[in-house]
C-alpha cells in the first residue's frame, strides 16, 4: 500500500511540474479575410484576428499563414481557388513562455517572447525581435524602436494624419492596423488613433491589436470611455486578462 501511495504521490509531483513547464502561444492577423492558419501541420479557425494556443509542449513548432484567393460562384470552391503563403516561420516556445506572433497583411510580423509567471507573479518584461527599421514613421509604417518607447509626437502625428487621408473607412482601418501592429504606443496616443472611428466595432478591434505593443499597459483601464457599451467594455476587459494569463 505504501508503495502504492508513493507512485502515485510521484506521478502527481512530475505531471504537476510537466504542466507547469508548458508554454501558451497566441497569433494574431491584422486582416482576418480568407485568412488561414497553420501550426505544426494543423489548421485553426481564428476568432477576433487571433488564435490562443494553450498547453503548448516546450521546443519548436512551425506556422503557417495562407492568403485564400476564391474565384468560384460562391457556391463552394472554384476550379481555380488558391491559397498563397503569406507567412512561414518557426518560433521556439521555452518552458512557461507565452509567444506572441503578431502578421500584418503584408507578410511581415512582430514576434514577442514573455514568461508567463515568476514565483506567482507576472512578468512585464518584453523581449521583442522582428522587423527593425532605421528610426522615424516610414512609408512601410515603421517607427524604430528597439527600446520599447511608445513613439514621439512627431511620429505619431506622421501616423495620424496617414490614418486620417484615407477616404473609406476600409482603407482607415487598414492603416491604423498596420500601423498599430508594427510600433509601439502610449495609452494617450491609443486613444487618439480609437476617437477617428465611430464603430464600436472597429475600436474595439483597433484596441485589442494596439494592447500589446502599448508601454503603459496598467493605464489601459483610460480607454474604456471612449466606448458607447458596458458590453464592450467588459469584452476588451476579458481579452486584456486573458492576454496577461
Do not use: C
Request: no cysteine; aromatic share 14%.
Amino acid at each position: 500500500m505504501k508503495a502504492i501511495f508513493t507512485f502515485l504521490f510521484a506521478t502527481s509531483i512530475a505531471t504537476s511540474a510537466f504542466a507547469y513547464n508548458e508554454g501558451k502561444l497566441t497569433i494574431t492577423l491584422a486582416s482576418k479575410s480568407n485568412m488561414q492558419v497553420v501550426v505544426d501541420g494543423r489548421a485553426y479557425q481564428q476568432n477576433d484576428n487571433s488564435i490562443v494556443l494553450n498547453d503548448v509542449q516546450p521546443g519548436n513548432h512551425r506556422i503557417q499563414i495562407y492568403k485564400a484567393y476564391r474565384n468560384g460562384n460562391g457556391n463552394g470552391r472554384g476550379r481555380n481557388d488558391r491559397n498563397e503563403l503569406l507567412y512561414a516561420t518557426t518560433v521556439q516556445v521555452k518552458p512557461n513562455y507565452h509567444v506572441d506572433v503578431m502578421v500584418n497583411r503584408f507578410g511581415k510580423a512582430l514576434v514577442d517572447e514573455q514568461a508567463l509567471r515568476s514565483n506567482g507573479r507576472w512578468n512585464d518584461d518584453d523581449d521583442w525581435y522582428g522587423d527593425n527599421n532605421s528610426g522615424g514613421y516610414n512609408n512601410n509604417g515603421d517607427y524604430n524602436n528597439k527600446y520599447n518607447q511608445a513613439m514621439s509626437e512627431s511620429a505619431f502625428n506622421q501616423f495620424l494624419q496617414q490614418v486620417k487621408t484615407q477616404w473609406f473607412n476600409n482603407g482607415k482601418m487598414n492603416t491604423a492596423k498596420d500601423g498599430l501592429s508594427r510600433n509601439y504606443f502610449a495609452t494617450s496616443q491609443v486613444r487618439q488613433v480609437l476617437q477617428l472611428f465611430s464603430s464600436e466595432n472597429d475600436k474595439l478591434e483597433l484596441a485589442k491589436l494596439a494592447y500589446r505593443n502599448t508601454v503603459d499597459q496598467r493605464s489601459y483601464y483610460q480607454l474604456y470611455d471612449v466606448f458607447s457599451f458596458q458590453s464592450t467594455k467588459d469584452e476588451l476587459d476579458r481579452y486584456i486578462k486573458d492576454y496577461r494569463y
